[in-house]
């Protein structure tokens, strides 16, 4: 049962994927990633990407063997109804609690920076009306917003990394690799949690019109995403060296550290308003997946049905998620990286592993038939 009629392109799947994850990657994974890697941050991200590969893969696999559904709905049929039913619980329950921290970054950042007087209910409830409204519009209407926001939030990040162009000072990159790449190797660990939301292709997939390419377009993504990355890495490791660790948000420090002539100064304020558009794509993603994936584990003819109620349950675990920003790095740091792991990509390895063994088992010819 189809409950999004809506229907996208895979470029618009690709599109989708880069602010689902860079939107909140880039303010806090340079900073957590620098205690480990140290100077070899930058190389982090390409280890980190191997898992957007290989979830892009499963994913992709599971579409074409349960084409039209998604991990909540093959679950039951690749692990019988009732083990399915606990696996699709257990990933709804793991999605609604990351929201909760998406919602929460917001707030923190938004209230941390600029609105510091201001209740982060307040900050944290409109941004979740916003997006309910686009949730209930449907994955098109999210699609195209993707589209007109995230080149904006390109050219924008560009052109930071050119105007900060004589701040940077290349040796604070040096010596690379100074003990082999075992501390990049560690610094992966973080970037892997992000590179696990790669599963929510699963949602995606289902409504790609030309799903051929998905595959494609999923791979794209994950090379755009990685290389955002390296070069926001090496930015800001040439312009703070070992201090990177002491800032919560390396990047927006960043962008005050632009002057041009006495004129152009002071870009934070502008840095904050295209950030503010991805962080609403990724929150209609993540608030999208949930509601989806409860409408079809109920069993529900509508999904927009819960859209409002799950909304305030948003902002109340966003208040209950985490005391603040200094917590919720130490969990991305810690145990969030096992927890987001198990969930967001071995149980989508499990199920395509066994998946694949069953239809190849089914699709295996009995002993004794006969064949025309």
Same mark, same amino acid.
């Given at each position: 049962?189809?409950? =999004?009629?809506?229907?996208?392109?895979?470029?618009?799947?690709?599109?989708?994927?880069?602010?689902?994850?860079?939107?909140? #990657?880039?303010?806090?994974? @340079?900073?957590?990633?620098?205690?480990?890697? =140290?100077?070899?941050?930058?190389?982090?991200?390409?280890?980190?990407?191997?898992?957007?590969? #290989?979830?892009?893969?499963?994913?992709?696999?599971?579409?074409?063997?349960? @084409?039209?559904?998604? *991990?909540?709905?093959?679950?039951?049929?690749?692990?019988?109804?009732?083990?399915?039913?606990?696996?699709?619980?257990?990933?709804?329950?793991?999605?609604?609690?990351?929201?909760?921290?998406?919602?929460?970054?917001?707030?923190?950042?938004?209230?941390?920076?600029?609105?510091?007087?201001?209740?982060?209910?307040?900050?944290?409830?409109?941004?979740?009306?916003?997006?309910?409204?686009?949730?209930?519009?449907?994955?098109? &209407?999210?699609?195209?917003?993707?589209?007109?926001? &995230?080149?904006?939030?390109?050219?924008?990040?560009?052109?930071?990394?050119?105007?900060?162009?004589? =701040?940077?000072?290349?040796?604070?990159?040096? @010596?690379?690799? =100074?003990?082999?790449?075992?501390?990049?190797?560690? !610094?992966?660990?973080?970037?892997?949690?992000?590179?696990?939301?790669?599963?929510?292709?699963?949602?995606?997939?289902? #409504?790609?019109?030309?799903?051929?390419? !998905?595959?494609?377009? !999923?791979?794209?993504?994950?090379?755009?995403?990685?290389?955002?990355?390296?070069?926001?890495?090496?930015?800001?490791?040439?312009?703070?060296?070992?201090?990177?660790?002491?800032?919560?948000?390396?990047?927006?420090?960043?962008?005050?550290?632009?002057?041009?002539?006495?004129?152009?100064?002071?870009?934070?304020?502008?840095?904050?308003?295209?950030?503010?558009?991805?962080?609403?794509?990724?929150?209609?993603?993540?608030?999208?997946?949930?509601?989806?994936?409860?409408?079809?584990?109920?069993?529900?003819?509508?999904?927009? *049905?819960?859209?409002?109620?799950?909304?305030?349950?948003?902002?109340?675990?966003?208040?209950?998620?985490? @005391?603040?920003?200094?917590?919720?790095?130490?969990?991305?740091?810690?145990?969030?990286?096992?927890?987001?792991?198990?969930?967001?990509?071995?149980?989508?390895?499990?199920?395509?592993?066994?998946?694949? &063994?069953?239809?190849?088992?089914?699709?295996?010819?009995?002993?004794?038939?006969?064949?025309?």
């Amino acid at each position: 049962m189809m409950l =999004e009629k809506g229907k996208i392109s895979a470029l618009q799947m690709g599109i989708l994927m880069y602010p689902t994850i860079m939107a909140t #990657a880039i303010l806090v994974v @340079p900073s957590i990633t620098i205690k480990h890697a =140290e100077r070899d941050m930058w190389i982090s991200p390409i280890w980190g990407s191997f898992v957007g590969f #290989a979830l892009t893969y499963i994913t992709y696999q599971l579409h074409k063997l349960y @084409p039209g559904q998604s *991990l909540i709905q093959y679950s039951e049929r690749v692990f019988g109804r009732i083990l399915g039913k606990c696996c699709g619980l257990l990933f709804l329950m793991m999605q609604l609690h990351d929201t909760g921290f998406v919602i929460r970054e917001y707030g923190e950042f938004v209230i941390g920076n600029f609105l510091s007087r201001t209740p982060v209910v307040m900050v944290m409830g409109s941004l979740v009306l916003v997006c309910a409204f686009a949730v209930r519009s449907g994955v098109e &209407v999210i699609a195209r917003c993707a589209q007109l926001f &995230v080149p904006v939030f390109i050219l924008l990040l560009l052109l930071l990394m050119l105007l900060l162009g004589p =701040e940077y000072d290349p040796h604070n990159m040096l @010596p690379m690799l =100074e003990n082999g790449i075992g501390r990049s190797l560690r !610094g992966s660990l973080t970037v892997n949690s992000w590179f696990s939301d790669f599963v929510m292709l699963t949602f995606l997939l289902p #409504a790609v019109s030309d799903p051929n390419k !998905g595959r494609k377009w !999923g791979i794209i993504a994950v090379v755009s995403i990685m290389l955002t990355m390296v070069i926001t890495n090496i930015a800001i490791l040439m312009l703070f060296g070992d201090l990177t660790a002491g800032f919560n948000y390396p990047f927006m420090v960043a962008s005050r550290y632009i002057g041009l002539a006495d004129f152009v100064e002071h870009l934070e304020a502008i840095t904050m308003a295209i950030w503010v558009l991805v962080i609403f794509i990724k929150m209609c993603i993540y608030y999208y997946v949930f509601v989806l994936g409860t409408a079809q584990w109920l069993k529900l003819s509508d999904y927009r *049905l819960l859209v409002f109620p799950v909304g305030i349950c948003i902002v109340a675990l966003g208040i209950w998620v985490t @005391p603040n920003m200094q917590v919720m790095a130490k969990f991305f740091d810690s145990s969030g990286l096992f927890y987001s792991l198990s969930v967001k990509a071995l149980l989508p390895a499990l199920l395509c592993a066994v998946a694949l &063994v069953r239809h190849k088992f089914r699709s295996r010819p009995v002993p004794g038939s006969k064949t025309r």
